[in-house]
């Protein structure tokens, strides 16, 4: 049994005639001017879904998420069209509508006549969906995700230069000198004999011997210089991520068009 706790939460919902066949999906809902209770509903059908068509709530009930209606879909599809949809159903309307459905209301003098701003309040994202992918020629707009991939330049690491010192051994060869001792003999003839007379005793000379020596000295001399660089580097990087396709199927039960044709 439908309920008006239930009113907001049948609008886009699947409705499911007497024998379970699909017809469609509750556009609005319209409520017992007195007594609040939903009494009708309108039910987007036809190839696109552009058509709303009148269905009576009562003996309807929720199975599972879909609506079920006490009435065949035929009787959906071959409802009078009456009322717009932002309009309160006339009591003759109404009486239209029980007449061809084949049920009666309570008093029959047009009480129960509903309005559907009671009943419908703001439409539901998805009621909103369907209507805006709906154009004008009754065809459906089919939408589907694309990836767009762009990049982005961010920091990856730092590098820094560092200067530290370190000892190693050096070794060079350098010539040196010193002097030896030695030992001399040289004649002295007559005439110089006569000139230096000698005498005879002990004598001591003394030479004195020089060498040289590695003096170490050390000097700091700028040898290079160490700077740092970038340069780019490009690589081929695949992305991947999921992307929605919207598919379109035709509720075709009598199967009018070919088999492959019926979804795109």
């Not at 009621?127 to 589907?144: F, K, N, P, S």
């Not at 230069?161 to 060869?173: G, P, W």
């Not at 040289?186 to 000379?205: C, S």
Request: charged share 40%; aromatic share 2%.
């Amino acid at each position: 049994m439908i309920t008006k706790d239930m009113t907001r939460e049948l609008i886009g919902r699947q409705v499911v005639d007497n024998h379970g066949e699909k017809v469609g999906k509750i556009g609005q809902i319209y409520l017992d001017e007195r007594s609040g209770d939903p009494t009708w509903a309108t039910v987007n059908t036809g190839l696109f879904g552009t058509k709303e068509s009148f269905v009576p709530l009562q003996n309807a009930d929720v199975h599972d998420r879909d609506v079920a209606l006490g009435v065949e879909k035929k009787a959906v599809k071959d409802c009078p069209h009456v009322g717009r949809s932002d309009e309160r159903l006339t009591g003759s309307e109404e009486d239209e509508l029980y007449r061809h459905y084949g049920i009666g209301h309570g008093n029959g003098n047009g009480n129960g006549r509903t309005d559907a701003r009671h009943a419908t309040g703001e439409r539901t994202d998805r009621d909103r969906t369907d209507r805006t992918d709906r154009t004008g020629d009754d065809a459906m707009v089919r939408h589907e995700e694309n990836l767009r991939v762009g990049t982005e330049t961010e920091e990856t690491g730092r590098v820094a230069l560092r200067k530290y010192v370190v000892t190693e051994d050096q070794t060079v060869t350098v010539p040196v000198s010193h002097e030896e001792v030695r030992l001399e003999r040289e004649p002295i003839d007559g005439t110089e004999a006569k000139a230096r007379p000698g005498a005879m005793g002990e004598a001591e000379h003394e030479v004195t011997l020089h060498r040289e020596r590695p003096v170490v000295d050390k000097t700091t001399e700028a040898v290079e210089k160490v700077r740092l660089g970038t340069r780019t580097v490009t690589e081929d990087e695949k992305v991947s991520d999921t992307v929605r396709k919207e598919r379109i199927e035709v509720d075709d039960p009598q199967h009018a068009l070919p088999r492959d044709e019926r979804r795109s």
